[in-house]
């Protein structure tokens, strides 16, 4: 019987092997322990054009299958040694071979043993005896199945790499552009604050110049008028000798000869002599007191015309803020148009300051002129108010001074005007920003006098406020 089993499987070996197309190679494993069986599905199957391979046990068509893997199994369930239902169950868990399509061949017509191989993965079953057609379609089928299945995952396997790779591509396309927002926001960031800087730079050299053109205009007006200024000065104090002397001349001819001539006693009633005599030394008081305002304001204008000094030098602070408070005056007392601005000065005992003082003054000029700006808009809404406290509420500016820790002095400048507003004290030392109308304001004001305090001086100058309840800018510089 065993010679008789491998004669035929020989001769099925060499028919099959003549048959072999190395380029379209599709293999048909038959494993049976029937070598009738095996004959006629070889037959079967290599008539209708298919390679075929045979195996006579389990054992051996493992071995087979794992150095050549057939394309589809036909596998018979009663077998010596390993059944089919073991062989199917070692097939299918095996990475290698689980996906090649297993057709049982059985006898057996028990639903329970179908379905058992169904379950172990088999995808069909072929019941004995076999009808050749029968085989021939099942095994087409589920060879174009296995086919279509095959190309289904490779195009999907396609498909996915093409999603994953367009993924990435997307993800790096994604990244780049990111990248290049990234560089162009920095890019633009940096050309803004270039054009800012530019900008601010600019203005200050435009300031600079004409700040020093004025501080050579002013100490040339004062230089100017202080020459004759001190020559009227001198002159009125005599004059003002000589008036008294004349006055008691006067009053001695009128004590001796009470009865004058008719053309002096005519004269001394058309002057108005008793007038004359209590009104002169007044003229000469009041002129004396205007000659001193002017002194006082040609000192102010020296102190402001050294705003072009090159060097540091050692200054009093409370005399230039005097200076400022002496130029402002006009803008501070009393008028038609307003009722005036109420300073309060508290001054701490400071040491000299090493400083640029023509430009600090310029600081202290800048934001006085401010808060007085604020307090007459202010006082404008006061006068058409129905509330009388406010109404009745003078408009204040309060300057403090004293040392801090020995090593900084601090100047602040508070009103009680109606304050600044959160989002505008953040733009409130940008060059060009400013709230006044057209004309009335360039922004280059506190943009200046933050440089002036900030970058000459290495201090600090900054605002604190809320709306309603005035605002404060205080000054801070080393005192070395």
């Known amino acids: 019987m065993i010679n008789s089993n491998s004669t035929t499987l020989n001769r099925i070996e060499k028919r099959n092997t003549a048959m072999i197309d190395p380029l379209n190679k599709t293999i048909i494993l038959i494993i049976d322990d029937s070598p009738n069986n095996l004959e006629i599905l070889s037959e079967t199957l290599t008539s209708a054009g298919f390679e075929v391979a045979v195996a006579l046990d389990g054992e051996t068509a493992l071995e087979q299958i794992a150095y050549d893997p057939p394309t589809l199994i036909l596998l018979d369930v009663m077998m010596p040694g390993i059944d089919g239902f073991e062989t199917c169950r070692r097939l299918k868990a095996n990475p290698d071979t689980h996906e090649i399509p297993i057709i049982f061949m059985t006898a ?13 993965g088999a995808v069909d079953y072929i019941t004995k005896p076999f009808q050749q ?57 940096q050309l803004a604050q270039a054009l800012n800087n530019w900008q601010q730079a600019q203005a200050m050299l435009v300031q600079s110049e004409k700040m020093s053109s004025l501080g050579q205009m002013l100490a040339g007006v004062a230089h100017e008028i202080n020459n004759p200024i001190t020559s009227i000065h001198g002159n009125l104090s005599c004059a003002s000798e000589y008036s008294r002397d004349l006055l008691k001349l006067l009053q001695l001819y009128a004590h001796h000869y009470p009865n004058p001539v008719a053309d002096i006693q005519a004269h001394s009633e058309e002057i108005d002599t008793n007038f004359l005599v209590k009104d ?19 000192k102010s204008l020296r102190n402001i015309s050294r705003l072009d000094a090159g060097e540091m030098m050692m200054v009093d602070l409370h005399e230039g803020l005097e200076s400022t408070l002496v130029l402002l005056q006009h803008r501070i007392k009393p008028s038609s148009k307003h009722l005036g601005i109420q300073v309060i000065k508290e001054y701490g005992k400071l040491p ?12 202290f000029m800048n934001i006085l002129a401010n808060a007085i700006d604020a307090l007459e808009e202010a006082e404008f809404r006061k006068q058409n108010s129905e509330n009388i406290s406010e109404r009745n509420t003078p408009s204040t500016i309060w300057i403090r001074t004293r040392v801090m820790d020995n090593q900084r002095v601090e ?63 205080i000054v801070e510089l080393p005192i070395g």
């Open 108 to 120: 057996l017509t028990d639903t329970i043993d179908k379905v058992k191989g169904l379950n172990l």
């Open 133 to 189: 057609e029968e085989v021939l379609a099942r095994v087409k089928v589920h060879l174009k199945l296995r086919t279509l299945t095959k190309t289904l995952e490779e195009q999907n396997t396609r498909l996915i790499e093409e999603v994953e790779q367009r993924g990435k591509a997307e993800a790096a396309l994604q990244e780049l552009t990111q990248e290049l927002e990234q560089r162009v926001e920095e890019r633009t960031n």
């Open 280 to 298: 002169l030394p007044k003229t000469f008081q009041s002129m004396e007191l205007g000659i001193e305002r002017i002194c006082q304001i040609i």
């Open 352 to 363: 000299p300051i090493e400083c640029y003082p023509g430009r600090l003054s310029q600081v």
């Open 411 to 473: 100047i602040r400048f508070s009103d009680n005007g109606p304050g600044i507003p959160e989002e505008i004290q953040e733009k409130l030392f940008q060059a060009f920003f400013t709230t006044k109308p057209f004309g009335k304001g360039t922004g280059l004001g506190l943009s200046i006098s933050h440089e002036i305090v900030v970058e000459k001086h290495g201090g600090q100058l900054r605002c604190v406020s809320k709306p309603g309840e005035g605002a404060e800018f």
